[in-house]
């Protein structure tokens, strides 16, 4: 299932596309909207085939500079909104 996500205005993305196989409970892909190209689609790369609550754990709370979150951090917060509506 594909997932949309708005970002918080702090970060350079504007949005995450995250597709979910929903059976594997396994990321498929992750796509950012604006932001760093080149970093951004690292992320979605090393991301894919992992566990959401992996990436959670590994992702919260990265900075970006002075800022209180990062596109990183901001993925890790799609992502347990995605878990949240997932088990409701």
Known sequence: ????FQTSEMVCSRM????IDEEKDVIRRVEFVGGCPGNLAGIGRLAAGMKPAELIERLQGIRCGGKPTSCPDQLATALREIT????A
Do not use: L
């Not at 299932?1 to 949309?4: G, H």
């Not at 995450?16 to 597709?19: A, G, K, L, R, S």
């Not at 949240?84 to 088990?87: A, L, T």
């Open 1 to 4: 299932m594909t997932y949309r």
């Open 16 to 19: 995450i596309e995250i597709d």
């Open 84 to 87: 949240k509506r997932r088990q």
